[in-house]
């Protein structure tokens, strides 16, 4: 089957194509309605199907005769633990967790914000929710406290889920004092909050509201899966956008069972029995899908690794992983990759480890820069696959499809569209425009499954945000461009999202914190590009007349506020004062041409600017910061 075989089907008989992928799936009823289509061409995905995507992930697979072979591997080098689950272990402990969730009354439908570190029982308990048909939305352990509480106030949990501590190389993060200010924080107070208490630390329990997830689960029996219907949710999963507030992407539990699945051969080149690493956090996308539910769907081992590329110990952290378990896919972030050749630019640690075992190497979550790629390719001499993907669509838009046709690589491409998904390049009045010529990457409506089709309690919001822009598409918030082959560049976000460290971030929700600063008048924040995180943030401030602060104290005060009000994963640091913000008349500030001017872009001043003599300023306080060089 050749590749453009296959996109082809994909474009021609979605319906037809999609059922046959179904059919690779446990189903209690085999759905009838495949694809439904709603007035502005979104796709509806199985909706009648009846399921239980933890079934489909664990019992099915115990049922047909792989109970004994590892379903989960957890790895921790920051505590020195290792672990292992066959099938049958991790489908008996999600039966039991669920059942404990059922004792604190969580049904159908209910949400559980799942706020833990990178043990088994983060996925454990994933399954569990999705076992009773309720929803669970995971809250990476990096953010803080008021990022918590938007999401308990969004998502409105029955229960909470979390462990006393995370552990990050040079501390141990307790995570309960950081639960009970979000719950103090929120509106919106969950039943109960359950807590893991790790050996690390013992984190005190609110009497009648936490309780102790051992001795919970000892008294929990195991309870059996609850269908539910193809069109209901799996998951909401919040994510940074262009406004303060992160959007709940929900994703559906039938169209993402399929197309996870269908994935993982087409893809990843993976069959069942196959050793699968994704190095993410099950906080992100990529740890929901191919930590979780992607390896589990197929029959794969998963591995849950509690660590760093570098650090923990050393820059051969990835390859050791790798060799020890026979990995036959690798997927991380290019800021993994970028750690690793800074700290180990001969690769000499990798020829420490057998990475025979290894086919492929994977990276997505930001662009995969061409030197990185080379240095990769170079020294693992396996092929190195960038693919793109957002939170909103779960899985590749753009791969080199290694299970259906290996592709020629071209350094700085994600290659080309995966079955289902028609990608195009538009202008902004909706146009297409020349091949290899920048714009709007849009896919054409109906999307594929698994990807969203509603924003959790927001459907104004998900009709705004990805589809009023380009009538009949999905805007994607990339721009980039198509070559001649069909090939897809992204070259990054058109709006005011950043990238920091394969983590997104909304530029809007950091300028809110630095605006509440009482000596700030006004800001703006851009992404200043760096060579190991690829965009750090970068904050302007104009101060309120009468301020005495010193700019090192203001960037200290700062600093400390969006660690404590986003999270430290901004890494944020740099703040410039400036005594004006360059604006249009309209008094629309010009972040794109700052950002141009930091990063020694070229750049425009629009025509609409208020006043040019403003750059000429601003450059003249880069510089003597030395931000800029000339
Ligand atoms: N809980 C609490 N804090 C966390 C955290 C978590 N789960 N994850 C990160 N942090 C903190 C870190 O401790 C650090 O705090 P510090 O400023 O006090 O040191 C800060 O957030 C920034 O973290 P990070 O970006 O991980 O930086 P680092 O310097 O510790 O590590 C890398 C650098 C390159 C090793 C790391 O960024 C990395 O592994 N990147 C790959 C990202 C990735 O896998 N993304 C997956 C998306 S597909
Ligand atoms: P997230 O939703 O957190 O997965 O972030 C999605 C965003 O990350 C995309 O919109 C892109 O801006 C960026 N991104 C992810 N993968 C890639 C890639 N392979 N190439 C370029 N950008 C990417």
Not at 65 to 79: E, F, H, K, M, W
Not at 340 to 366: F, H, R, T, W
Not at 478 to 487: T, W
Request: net charge negative; charged share 20%; with cysteine.
């Amino acid at each position: 089957m050749s590749y453009q075989t296959e996109h082809d089907h994909s474009m021609k008989d979605p319906a037809g194509f999609w059922r046959k992928q179904a059919e690779a799936l446990d189903w209690f009823k085999f759905p009838e309605q495949i694809l439904s289509l709603d007035d502005d061409g979104l796709g509806y995905w199985f909706a009648d199907g009846e399921m239980n995507t933890a079934y489909m992930a664990l019992d099915h697979h115990v049922k047909t005769g792989r109970g004994n072979q590892l379903a989960l591997i957890y790895d921790s080098p920051v505590t020195d633990t290792k672990s292992r689950y066959t099938y049958a272990e991790l489908t008996d402990v999600v039966a039991r967790t669920a059942g404990m969730l059922a004792n604190l009354g969580v049904v159908k439908g209910d949400r559980v914000i799942i706020y833990m570190p990178m043990i088994p029982e983060a996925v454990i308990a994933m399954l569990a929710v999705a076992r009773l048909g309720a929803i669970h939305s995971v809250v990476f352990g990096g953010f803080a406290s008021p990022e918590l509480a938007i999401r308990i106030d969004d998502a409105k949990p029955k229960v909470i889920l979390t462990a006393s501590c995370g552990i990050e190389v040079k501390r141990v993060v307790e995570y309960k004092p950081l639960v009970d200010r979000a719950i103090d924080l929120a509106v919106h107070k969950p039943q109960s909050c359950v807590v893991y208490q790790r050996p690390q630390v013992t984190a005190p329990l609110v009497e009648k509201r936490d309780h102790d997830w051992a001795e919970l689960l000892a008294k929990a029996k195991p309870v059996g899966c609850t269908p539910v219907k193809g069109s209901d949710p799996l998951y909401i999963l919040y994510t940074s956008g262009t406004t303060g507030k992160p959007k709940g992407v929900l994703r559906e539990n039938g169209g993402h069972a399929v197309a996870l699945k269908y994935s993982m051969k087409a893809i990843y080149n993976v069959e069942p029995g196959d050793m699968y690493w994704a190095s993410s956090d099950v906080g992100w996308v990529v740890g929901h899908s191919y930590i979780v539910y992607g390896p589990l769907l197929h029959g794969c081992t998963t591995i849950v690794y509690e660590g760093k590329p570098i650090m923990t110990p050393d820059a051969g952290a990835l390859w050791r992983v790798c060799a020890e378990y026979g990995v036959k896919a690798l997927f991380t972030a290019p800021t993994a990759f970028r750690a690793v050749k800074k700290e180990d630019p001969q690769a000499l640690l990798m020829k420490n480890y057998d990475l025979s075992k290894l086919k492929v190497i994977y990276s997505a979550g930001e662009r995969l820069d061409p030197p990185t790629e080379a240095w990769l390719t170079e020294h693992s001499g396996k092929p190195v696959v960038d693919h793109w993907w957002q939170t909103e669509t779960g899985w590749a838009i753009t791969a080199n499809m290694q299970g259906i046709e290996p592709m020629t690589i071209k350094p700085g491409s994600s290659t080309v569209p995966v079955p289902g998904f028609n990608v195009q390049i538009l202008d902004d009045s909706g146009q297409h425009v020349p091949q290899g010529t920048q714009g709007y990457i849009a896919l054409k409506l109906p999307l594929p499954p698994a990807c969203l089709n509603h924003v959790w309690g927001d459907e104004n919001k998900f009709r705004e945000s990805y589809l009023i822009f380009l009538p009949g598409y999905y805007t994607s918030g990339d721009g980039g461009y198509i070559d001649e082959d069909g090939y897809v560049f992204v070259m990054g976000r058109v709006d005011d999202v950043i990238n920091v460290a394969g983590h997104r971030l909304s530029t809007g929700e950091i300028e809110e914190v630095i605006a509440t600063h009482p000596s700030v008048a006004e800001c703006a924040v851009i992404a200043r590009d760096d060579e190991l995180k690829g965009q750090v943030p970068m904050g302007f401030v104009v101060l309120k007349t009468g301020t005495t602060l010193s700019e090192a104290e203001l960037q200290q005060q700062l600093v400390n506020r969006i660690r404590d009000t986003i999270g430290a994963i901004t890494c944020y640091k740099d703040t410039v004062i400036l005594t004006r913000l360059a604006k249009t008349r309209s008094g629309k500030t010009l972040r794109k041409t700052l950002a141009h001017i930091v990063n020694g872009k070229q750049y425009t001043v629009p025509s609409t600017i208020d006043d040019p003599a403003v750059i000429p300023e601003i450059i003249e306080v880069l510089r003597s910061k030395k931000f800029v060089s000339n």
